[in-house]
Each structure stands twice: as C-alpha cells, then as structure tokens.
C-alpha cells in the first residue's frame, strides 16, 4: 500500500496522492477511541505504580506510624510537666494523641483500601488534601501547592528550554550549511561539556558573577524585599533568572546543537535532496522543503515533550539558585512521604503525557504527507 | 530577511539581558541612620609642664527604644555554604541557623570580616540493646551484660571521635549531662573522676569483655568471637544522614578489632525507626543503633535523665520497656524523676549514686555533645542561647545590633521560612518560623540565654508557695519563695470551663460536686477541701495597660489574658463550638494537676495560680497567663476572627481537624485564610459583641471592643494580615512564594533598647592556673587561679565554685577540693602537706573546674606538676 507519491512536476512541490477509501473516518476514529483506552489504561497502571512506589508498597505505613510514635512519645517525654507523671497515664496520653494523628493521615485504615482512594482521586483529579507540606501561603490543597509553584517553574523553564530549543535549531541548522567549518569542528569538540548538568554550571556561574563579581543575584526570584512597581519587580525577575537561564543553556546547547545538526545532515543526504540539488533549486528552498519538512515530526516530539517536561521542574537547578519551583516541592513531597502531592503531581504529568502523544499521532499526520493513521506505519 | 529578523531579535535579547544585569537590586532605603559617635576632645590647656590631656565624654546613653534595627529582612538561603559566601561577601549580616559542619565552620573563622556565636544542643551516643544475652533465634548479644556494655566506654575515644568526626566542633561526653548545663557545673568533680575512670583504653576493654564473653560460653578462634560454632555477629544500626555514619564505621571498627564480626546496617531515619524505636528488641534485628538528641533550652534539672534514658520509666518504646536494672540504681532514678527527696544535699548524694550506676548499667553510651555555630558579620551581636543560639533564643529580636549604629536595616538568612501556616494557637512549630514569630512577640518573664533561669520582662514580682518538704528552691530576688504545710485554694478560684453556658466553674462548685457524689456512694469518702502543692502570685507591672500596646495600637488589657485561660479549657472541650479532638487529650492532661486559678485584681494585674504541678528552681513555677501561645502571641481581638472562622467551619487552627473538615488551617499571615478572617472581621463589623460575651463583658467594655475593631481595620488595610504581637518588632509583610519576610520596629514599644544588652556575649570565665611544676612531696605548695572575662576579673560573688581535683601518677583522683576566693578574679588552692604527702613520685596533674553563677558551662585549666622526695 503506498500512500506516498513524490511527483517530478516543474514545480517540484510534494504533491499527496491520498487514495482516498469509504472507510478512512470510521478508521480514524476507530484508531483514536483505541489509542484513548491504550493511553489511559497506560496511565492507569502507571498510577498505580507511583502510588505503590511512593508508599513503598504499603511499607511507608509503618514507617510513618514509627515516626509518629517516636515524636508524640518525645514529645510527651520531653515535657518537663508530663514527664513526672506515673508511666501509664504518660502512655495513655500517648496513645491518644497518636490516635488522632494516625486518623488525620488515615493510617487507622488499611493500605490497600487507601491505594485504590488515592488511585480514584487521582484519575478523578481530585487532588485533595497534603499530608504534610502546605503551599507557601499556607493551603494543605494539593492543587494550590502546585499552582503556587507553577508560575516560577514555568517561567524559569520555558525561558531556559525555548530558549535552548530555538536557538540550538537555529545554530543547527547553520551548522549543516557550513558542515565541516571551524565553527562546526568546535561545536562537535565541545558537544561533550553537555554531560554536565546545569547546576554543575550554576555553581560556576554563582561564583563569578554573584561571589566574585556582585552583578548578577546569589539566587531567589526577586530581590528582597520584592520590588512593589510591577516594572522594577519584572526587572528584578529577569535579573534573577539570567544565570539560572544561562546555566541551562550553557549545559544543553552543544549537545543539543550537536544532535540536530546531525540530524539536518542525514536529511540533507537524502536521494531526494541530492536530486533537487541537481535540479538547480536554490539552497534555501531546498533547505525549507526538502530537509526541515521531514524533519517536522521529530522536531515537533522533541519540542512537545519539552513542553511537558517543564511540568517537572528542575530540582537541582532549582535548588542551586533557591528558585522556589515544582522541582523543589516534589523533592520535599518525597522526603516527607507526602503521597497526596507525589501522585498529584504525577497524575498532571501523566495526563499531559498521555494527551500529547494522541494528540502527536494526529499532528504527524498532519505535517507528514508519509504518515497515516491507522495504518500500520508509514512508508516512503 | 530571516537572517535579518534573527540578527535583531538576537541584539533585542542581549540588549535586554545586559539591561536588567545593569539594574541595581532594589534595596530598601535606609531609613533614618541615627549613629552613636564617640567624640574624643582633645584640649590643649597651659600649665606649668605643658601636657596633652585628653578628655572622653561620656557616651550618652542610648534613648532608643525597641529593636535597634528600623527594619530587618529576612530571605531564605537552603545551602550553608551559599549563605556563608554571602555573609563573606556581605550581601547578607547574619544566617540564623546553627552550623555543625566542620569545614564551614573553618570557612567562618578563616574569613575576617565574619565570626560566630557557639551553642551545643545536639548530642550522639550509643543505644544497646540489653535483651539476651541469648536470643530466642539462638544468638548471642553480647550486650545483653551490663559489664560488657560497661567495658564499651573504654573501646570508644570520644576524643578520637571529636577531633576526627566533627572535626574538633563536639564535648567529649560520658554522662547523661549535658556539658553545659546547671548540673554537669554542679557535678563537674564527679564526672571529671568518671573520665579518667573511663578513659580510653582499648587493650583493657578487650580484655574486660573477653572475660564475659567466655563466661557466656562464647570462644575466640582465629581472633574471631565464635559462640556455639557461629561467628557473633553484631548488627550496628547506623543511621546515614549525618556523622552518626562515621560514628558507626569508627565503632564497627573497634568491636571487628577485638574479635566480633559486624555487620554494618546503614538506614535512614525512617527506615531504622520501625527497628530501633517501635520494633521487638527482642526479635534481636539491632545490637547497636547511633543515636541523636536534641535539646533546645538550657536544662536546670537533669536528675530525671537517669529514669528517662536507663529504665522503662522512660519512653514508652519496646526498647526501654525491656530494660532490666539494678534494683539501687532503679530506685536512685526513680527518686530523681520523681523528685522525692527534701534538700539540695539529698538530691546531690542520689546523683552521685546515680552517676556512677548508670556507668555500671551502660544501657547507654554517651559519645560527645555536637557544638554547632550561627555565622555572622564580626559587628553583628545578637544574644545568642548556649542551646538554641542566636534563632532558638528569645532575645534575639531585643538584642540584635550592628555596633555603633541605631536604625537603618540588617538582613537576615535562613535556611527556610514560612515553612507552615502562622496561628497562635496551633500553627507552625518550625524553628526557622519560631524564630521570626518571637520576635514579633513578648513574653511575661524570659528564660536567661545563659543559666535557663527565667527572668521577669513584664512582672514586677511573684511569690511561690509549695507545701513543706517539696524540693523547690530559690535563686534569684524576684520570686520570693515560701514553704506551708497546706495549700487551700480558694472556692472562688476558676477551676475549669463550661463551654456552653460560657462561664467559669469554680472550686467551690466542682469540690460541691465531689461532696454530693460522694455522699450518694456509701463507700466514698467525703473529700476534703481542695488543695495544691504549689501557689504562685504574679504581680505585673503597675503601668501594665499603659505602656505595653499590641502592633494595630491597641493598649494591651486583661482580655487579652482572659481569653488565654478561656482557650485553655475550650478548645478541648467536647461541647465547644471550637472543640477539637487534638486538643482534648492535653486538655484532660492538664486538669490531672490543675487547681485553680483566680485573678485577684485587674489594675494593678495580679494572679493566682494554683497546680500540683512544681519545678526545682522557684522563678520556674511562676504561673503568668502571658497571652503567648503554643505557637505565637494571641490578642483577643485577632483571636476572635479565627475562633468565628471555626465555629464556622471554614478554617480551623489546628492541622488535625484540617483534614477532618477538608478546610485549610488558619494562617494569620498570608493566603486565602486571610480572605476568611477579613470576611469575620466585617461580620463583627456589622454584627457587634464580643468573644465568649457572657464572662468577657465583666472584663471588657463596649468602648474597648470598638477600638480594638478600629485598630485591627486599619491595620489589615495597611499590611493586609492580621498576625499581631506585642514585640520589639512587627511584621511588615510576608511573601510567601518569594520567601521573604519584613519585620519593622515596633513603633509602640516601650523599652530601651538597651534593656538586654548584657546578654550580648556568654560571660564563659577564662581560667589560668599557675603555680610551681616542681612540688618536694610532703611540703605545702599554693596555687593561683586567675578567673576572667574578656580580660576583666570575674567578680567573687558571680563565681558558684572553684574545685580542683588532684589526679596522681596512677591516673587515678588523690584528692578533690576547694580553691579559696581571694578577691576578684583570683583564687588560691594550698596543697597542704598532708595532700602532697599521700602522693607518690612523678607526674601528677592538677585540674581546676571553675562554675560561674552567670553562665551554665563549667570551664576548666590544668596543669602538671612532678613531685619528688
């Protein structure tokens, strides 16, 4: 079955001879509604995973229960009125209080019971309620929490990763014009550097421009007190996020330069390209059509996938430069056994996952003529 | 074109990046810089000899009042090392956290422009496992068997472990005293004696244990521990998150070079909890664990540590319900914790025992106290707590200054704030939190940063009433301290709280209550009339309601005090429209020792306090109703929105009932329980009364309640929260998301700043002793002790003791003393020649402990001196 026909017409445009078929609709949709129960099943079981893993399988219950024993028995103990009281009535208040501490976390029900409520809610989007972080306002709701952190996330993220995205297509691209210049043989000699993460770099670039120098912010999004002129406070934030932002591209450009010149390479060697060539088209046409057309459908995952990745935050990064994201939050959801965070958290991202990738299936078809949907892969 | 475009964004994007790099960091305008400046007047004057003569003024004393800075930000910084370039850098004066780590604590003191207050707090030691010695899984625990536990304090050198581990930040420790607390100055000669008992000896330990493992049938083969043909294996629980992992390595060492096989089982807290603390010790998972104490105010009264860390009459864990002691010992601790004994001599015969004993018992093994530092700008000073040091303190926010200067700003980091929400009542309790919230507040008396005794802030006096032969006694002039054989409380005195009628009920009533059930029950007792074992009387300052004003301006009254014993009883109980099961508990727990309690008189403020409940240090049982809460000062006017808040069920203080009724807790601070506590404000606004109308009309008037109703209006116009105290500062405004917080002077505060300045440095006396090295035995030979601070003479009365111990050339005490006050700063101790006589030729030493009345730490010098015949 060929779906695809380069035509050799005069104006050397790709023209799509889509046969059509009576069934293409119903095959769509078919498709779709199967790629949504796959996808969600997916997520589903996923879920599930990160409930049993954040929970350790049930284990977590017995370790929050030990530690709520611990401190309450502390705390009592270390009470220098509670202290001398008889041993038995110092047990029962014990045993009072850490009743109702194991209620608020209900760990009086059992595990199983609670991993398929925190399944429910979950999938629901009911995020409910933290166990033990609260936003930064003061909220136990979970959906606060991450709002709250949101913004800076994004902010700092989409800055960092457009910019590292654009600007390493654009250098790409330049790179496959001029392949084999100095500037190329530099860039593959640095491609390396990239196996450092950018809070490597940030502590470099703390050093310099903060410790050394003074002219750039130790870290934090604005300066303290938070300017009140809504022009100073963007100033401020954008003086913050120079180095974070730097210290991401610094770490990701020639790798990621490095891959998509590779990339525009291998395209540009194709049969195709080579006869274009050998038809006189001009470089930048041939460029245009001939080479960064097909490549759509891999820049387009990396780029949405990116996207999504920004839901995830930078943890380290974050720390570094004290930026208060969603890296930071999720760490601390996990040094606390927060589950209600963890899996919130996560349920976002996986819907968001889930999301992009159906709705990938639709865009590929969309950008590249070769590709069809539901019909068993694409063919040249 | 494209080209073109991209050539343009691309200077767009630099131009813009150089531009914001070029904007300077908004700072705060410094306000007002009021600087003390010393003048020097050099006059010249004609005389017969002409002479330069220099006259000093005299600095004038500062009329500042309240916090010395205008304005003090505080920014969060996570990463220590971070905050200590800072500081170096001076982009930031002070990071109110203590450092324990080695290395940036050398980092502070190699830097010029920075040095550090000291504190301890944190202490490490051993926990055995004492079951066994043969399990039921057919293993052997060694530790099972006092003496061997007993021989382990000679197989560890905590010097060792100082130096190696923390690098030199940590007291070598042996007792269950902290080094620097009231009873290890008090004690100093006996533990001293303990250490050189319990010196470390590796070679001798190895031996004492290898008698014991014999007798328990064990048998070393290959230079391995085998018992019943097995390898003993000893399982050392070694937490990860901090040196107890090295401490673990450094004794798996120790225990694998005399013959036992270890097994090392690295965890973290959450995972060695549910081993160590919750699980069977029987079930033999544990032979060793490393663990870690923290305490955060200076302890007056360590007798109870015995009890607490050696027997079951300590936590109600498997691991100390398993203890098994020796009967003396057991009753010793017992009389300790439960203070049964008449005098100071008594109690110290039973530590004397005690001390000794639980050396013998060795349930545990204490290794060293951790000392920690808070790093700051060398012209910073701040009184600074030996335990909680400069944020665990309550005189920070007093205290804090830049030398020389009033005014202008200081900021501050943290390495976390706004950690939880912000209530009085139950809000966040994280110290970094804490820290900022007292300095917004006050409180009726303060714990002394340096001895713990408690002080009088907004009391003029107290009187403490304890039944005859109770162990209380006085030490300063404040609380005047009697004895009586009976203590009546009085039947109009408030005893507990009926929340549905909104009214007190009084002694007389329940102790009516008690007569009639009793006469219903043919086999009760008639009770007799109420009482208690301790009264205290607190007398506030006469200009009490005149001078002290909360931050929105209102005159501070004795509402404010009647709605904290109100919220004492209420929100425990069960018919309350604020009832919260969390607080129950604790609710019934306290009525356990309550009495009663009776406000004499509102102006001046005097009230009574009856309780079972009594402390050793008489200031300690003074009873203040000081409306500071659990978690923060309390008005009644601010209170008053989150209780309607409550009642409504739309946000409650507590983070247990939170969950319970799915609202968020209430944060006085920022966020949307705000919006909520505005929304209560309008309503009593528009609705008028007052909290708990039935009792507080009796105290409060209309024209109060509307002032205060003005006030508070105001306020949230102007800052936008309702978080209100009555300390040196307040707080400007919280940024939640940013982390950052502003804390402005306290305009309406009433003290000098200057107030507390003596407590801007621990008075840690310096002792030198100095003498001959060269003593003919038999002869006398007299010793000088110098006691100073910072160069000066330590005054005779501030020095409790000076005792000198004379250790032999056996390494073993040959005689324990006195030195003799001679006048300020000096002391002599003779050697008399019986002393010298009892000694034998060589090298002995002679070592002076040094106890001063202002500061818990007892110091000590030593010196050595070779006697001959």
Known sequence: MTDTTYSSEENSKPVVTAQKKPGTVLRMLRYSVGKFFSLFLAVLIGMYLVVLIANMGGYVDQIMKAQIRDGIGLQVSMDPELRRRPPEERQQLINELVAVEEHRLGLDKPFIGRSFRFLFNAMTLNLGRAQHLTSDSGSASVRLIILERLPPTLLFMTTASFSLFFISLVFALFLSRNYGSFIDKLVIALSPTSSAPPWFYGIFLLLIFAALLGWLPFGGMVDAPPPEDPIKYALSLGRHLILPVAAWLMSGFFASVYSSRTFFLIFSMEDYVELARAKGLSARDIERRYILRPTLPNIITSFALMLIGLWQGALLTETIFNWPGLGRMLYRAVQTFDTPVIVGSNVIYAYLLAITVFILDFIYALVDPRVRMGSGGPKA | ?869
């Open chain 2, 1 to 869: 074109m494209q080209k073109k475009l991209l050539a343009v964004i691309a200077v767009i994007m630099a131009l813009a990046m150089v531009l914001t790099a070029c904007e300077p960091a908004a700072v705060l305008e410094p306000e007002k810089i009021i600087e003390t400046v010393v003048e020097t007047v050099v006059e010249t004057v004609e005389v017969e000899v002409p002479v330069e003569v220099e006259v000093v003024p005299e600095v004038a004393e500062s009329t500042r009042k309240g916090g010395w800075f205008d304005t003090i930000i505080v920014i969060e910084e996570p990463n220590t090392d971070a905050a200590i370039t800072r500081l170096e850098v001076e982009e930031i004066d002070i990071f109110v956290y203590t450092v324990s780590n080695p290395e940036s604590a050398a980092k502070v003191e190699a830097a010029p422009n920075l040095d550090s207050y000291a504190s301890s707090g944190s202490y490490n030691e051993l926990s055995f496992n004492t079951t066994g010695p043969v399990w039921e899984n057919g293993k052997l625990n060694p530790f099972g068997i006092a003496k061997i536990r007993e021989a382990m304090n000679i197989l560890i050198d905590r010097d060792y472990m100082v130096q190696e581990i923390v690098g030199g930040l940590g007291t070598p420790r042996w007792t269950t005293f902290n080094s620097a607390s009231n009873d290890a100055a008090a004690f100093a000669a006996e533990i001293r004696a303990i250490e050189l008992a319990y010196g470390y000896n590796k070679e001798l330990a190895g031996e004492l244990i290898g008698v014991e493992m014999e007798a328990l049938g064990a048998t070393l083969e290959g230079g391995k521990w085998t018992y019943e043909g097995e390898p003993v294996e000893i399982s050392v629980l070694i937490r990860i998150e901090d040196e107890r992992l090295q401490i673990g390595d450094y004794v798996s060492n120790q225990l694998e070079d005399i013959g036992f096989t270890v097994i090392r089982d690295y965890k973290s807290a959450a995972d060695a909890s549910p081993i160590w603390y919750s699980g069977d010790p029987n079930d033999g998972l544990f032979h060793i664990y490393t663990g870690g104490w923290i305490t955060t105010v200076i302890p007056r009264d360590l007798g109870d540590n015995f009890a607490y860390f050696y027997t079951d009459l300590g936590l109600p864990a498997p691991l100390w319900m398993n203890y098994e002691n020796d009967p003396e010992f057991y009753d010793v601790a017992e009389k300790l914790a439960y203070q049964d004994f008449t005098s100071l001599e008594e109690r110290a015969e039973l530590i004397g025992k005690a001390l000794d004993l639980a050396m013998k018992d060795s349930a545990r093994l204490w290794l060293y106290d951790q000392n920690s530092i808070t790093p700051k700008q060398t012209n910073i000073s701040a009184a600074a707590d030996l335990y909680g040091n400069v944020g665990g303190g309550y005189l920070w926010a007093l205290t804090i200054q830049r030398a020389g200067e009033e005014g202008g700003s200081l900021t501050m980091a943290m390495p976390s704030i706004l950690t939880e929400p912000w209530n009085p009542i139950a809000g966040s309790n994280w110290i970094y939190d804490m820290t900022l919230i007292r300095g917004t507040s006050e409180s009726a008396t303060y714990p002394d940063p340096f001895t713990g005794l408690y002080l009088p802030n907004r009391i003029d006096r107290a009187e403490v009433v304890v039944e005859e032969g109770l162990p209380v006694f006085q030490n300063l002039d404040w609380a005047e301290l009697s004895y009586a054989p009976e203590i009546l409380v009085p039947e109009d005195a408030w005893a507990d709280w009926d929340p549905v009628e909104m009214r007190f009920i009084t002694v007389g009533e329940l102790h009516a209550a008690a007569v009639e059930a009793a006469a219903e029950d043919e086999e009760a007792e008639t009770p007799g009339p109420v009482t208690a074992l301790r009264k205290s009387v607190a007398y506030y300052q006469e200009d009490l309601f005149d001078v002290v004003k909360w931050h929105d301006g209102s005159p501070f009254s004795v509402g404010d005090i009647l709605m904290g014993i109100i919220l004492t009883f209420d929100r425990g109980k069960e018919d309350s429209a604020i009832y919260d099961a969390a607080a129950a508990p604790t609710l019934r727990s306290f009525l356990g020792s309550f009495k009663g309690v009776k406000i004499i008189s509102t102006d001046p403020l005097v009230i009574e306090t009856y309780s079972d409940v009594y402390y050793q240090d008489a200031e300690l049982n003074v009873s203040t109703w000081w409306p500071y809460y659990d978690q923060g000062p309390g008005a009644w006017h601010n209170l008053y929105l989150g209780l309607l808040a409550e009642a409504d069920h739309e946000s409650v203080f507590s983070q247990a009932k939170a969950a319970e009724l799915d609202v968020d807790r209430l944060s006085y601070i920022a966020g949307p329980t705000v919006e909520i506590m505005k929304g209560k404000l309008d309503q009593w606004t528009e609705e008028g009364g007052m909290p708990y109308e039935p009792i507080f009309s009796e105290f409060v008037d209309e024209a109060e309640v509307a002032l205060r109703l003005e006030n508070l209006t105001e306020w949230y116009r102007r800052y936008g929260h309702f978080w209100l105290g009555t300390g040196p500062y307040y707080l400007q405004r919280a940024f939640p998301v940013e982390g950052t917080v502003i804390l402005n002077n306290n305009p309406f505060f009433p003290d000098l700043s200057t107030r507390w300045d003596r407590f801007a440095n621990a008075p840690i006396p310096v002792v030198e002793v100095d003498g001959s090295a060269r003593v003919t035995i038999g002869d006398e030979e007299v010793y000088e002790v110098t006691v100073t601070f910072e160069g000066v003479p330590y005054a005779l009365d501030d020095i409790t003791s000076v005792n000198f111990l004379v250790v032999d050339a056996n390494n073993q005490i040959a005689h324990v003393g006195k030195a003799v006050g001679v006048k300020d700063g000096l002391f002599e101790i003779v050697l008399t020649p019986e002393i010298t006589g009892a000694l034998s030729a060589g090298s002995n030493t002679l070592e002076v402990v040094v106890v001063s009345n202002l500061v818990a730490v007892p110091v000590s010098d030593g010196l050595t001196f070779v006697t001959v015949d």
